[in-house]
């Protein structure tokens, strides 16, 4: 015990001496160096802050982050000084990307540890974390993800302390003696609102609901349809979680009872994410629990990993989707709308399962009604983000389409059944000129 205070006291006065202001700790970069936050909640807003302060000082810095959350430097006048590469869209940085300022360097989540590896250079790594402990250790449980290949790589590391920050078990832990610098941050952890659900997704998420049985293993997306889904969920028994995301949704399984995780064939009685987005509430429920694990990207989301367990359901969005069952996920046409994330990942996933089902979801029309979302062929530059060959399920307000296993003719036929009832004669009509139908 002695000894165990006597490093305490050590870990304590390392902290200290590391202790520093975000103004002082954005002066250790330096121009030409290559910058790699985390995604969204795991953002070191006051270390970007201060970045973006001190940005006419810089030139040819490079910020290398998926989902941006701080906009301070994603303007056309910063990019002499900072110039960012996006690996997945936000809002704060969507309009860069379309217009050419910001970079875009596609990828599948699950390879981003190891495209930071072997490609990309990393002098400075930031993210939040949670208090320190007695042993010396912070966790980034709000953005696991890519964070700890961009800690092991980086030459420098700025860490955000917050109370607000659950610390969790997994992979996930940073020591003091990894750190450069320490920036203590009292502001809420970032909030996710939990959007009201439309009749669109209550008939979606119903429709899914039925077709999830006992037993399964589930990664839900983000957004209004997974809320549905999670309604339709909690009568079910011995489901799992094993995703990217951890969701205020979840919570609500978990603690409804219908999630146990008792039958998952990996992490048996965990909970498995990557990154967590949501209430305070979510960040609370997060906490020292110990039927919580937060890992690395390229482990939760690694496909193979994913399909060890039986059962596995994925359920994600898109933007159109063709009569053959391609799914344009990220783009409107040419134009990058957000990433591919971690959909293909879980898709494939689901289908290297026993059992496994993954469902790809969409409004019937778009644009008030005016167009369809299942379409002859995809816009023009569209990006496939769900390929014929893994696409299982494709649903909507109208139905459930299997695509999976059946021929070009059954796939259109079941797409058309689920379009818009206003859109199915021109889609049949469409489907003859192709000779689809």
């Known amino acids: 015990m002695a000894n165990l205070d006597a490093l305490s006291r050590r870990f304590q006065q390392e902290y200290q001496e590391k202790l520093c202001t975000p103004e002082q700790s954005a002066k250790i970069v330096n121009s030409g160096d290559y910058l790699c936050f985390p995604i969204c909640a795991g953002e070191p807003t006051l270390f970007v802050q201060a970045l973006a302060a001190r940005k006419e000082e ?26 960012v590469n996006s690996w997945f869209n936000s809002g704060a940085s969507r309009k860069g990307v379309q217009e050419g300022w910001i970079d875009f360097t596609p990828n599948y989540f699950h390879e981003v540890p190891k495209l930071l590896s072997e490609y990309w250079p990393i002098d400075i790594a930031g993210t939040v974390v949670s208090p320190m402990d007695e042993h010396g250790y912070f966790t980034c449980s709000l953005s696991v993800a890519y964070t700890m290949e961009a800690i092991k790589k980086a030459k420098k590391v700025v860490v955000q302390v917050n109370p607000g920050a659950p610390r ?84 609500d399984l978990i603690l409804s009872g219908a999630v146990n995780n008792s039958r998952k064939n990996t992490h048996q009685g965990k909970t498995i994410a990557t990154f967590a987005l949501g209430s305070k509430r979510l960040y609370e429920f997060m906490n020292e629990n110990p039927s919580l694990e937060m890992h690395p990207v390229d482990y939760t989301n690694n496909p193979y990993n994913i399909g060890l367990n039986d059962k596995v359901v994925s359920i994600n969005a898109t933007i159109e989707v063709d009569l053959l069952g391609q799914c344009c996920s990220e783009s409107l046409g040419y134009k990058q709308w957000s990433g591919t994330g971690g959909q293909a990942d879980f898709v494939r996933g689901a289908n290297i399962s026993c059992g496994g089902k ?21 816009q023009a530059g569209a990006v496939v983000t769900t390929g014929k060959n893994d696409v299982d399920y494709v649903v909507t307000e109208f139905g459930a389409a299997k695509l999976r296993g059946q021929t070009g003719r059954q796939r259109a036929l079941n797409l058309i059944e689920i379009a818009h009832p206003d859109f199915r004669e021109e889609l049949r009509s469409e489907a003859r000129k192709m000779n689809r139908i």
């Open 58 to 83: 810089l030139e040819g810095v490079v910020v290398n982050q998926q989902h941006h959350l701080c906009p301070d430097y994603l303007t056309p006048e910063s990019v002499p000084h900072i110039r």
């Open 168 to 251: 969790t078990y997994g992979n996930c832990h940073i020591h003091v003696s990894e750190v450069d610098c320490i920036i203590e941050c009292s502001e809420p952890i970032v909030e996710l609102p939990i959007p009201p659900v439309t009749q669109i997704e209550e008939a979606i998420g119903g429709y899914i609901g039925e077709l999830i049985e006992d037993a399964s293993t589930l990664q839900l997306g983000i957004g209004g349809i997974p809320n549905a889904v999670c309604k339709y969920l909690l009568a079910k028994k011995d489901l799992g979680i094993h995703t990217e995301m951890l969701t205020d949704g979840m919570v």
């Open 358 to 378: 993954s469902f790809i979801t969409t409004a019937a029309t778009a644009k008030k009604g005016t167009c369809t979302s299942i379409v002859p062929t995809l």
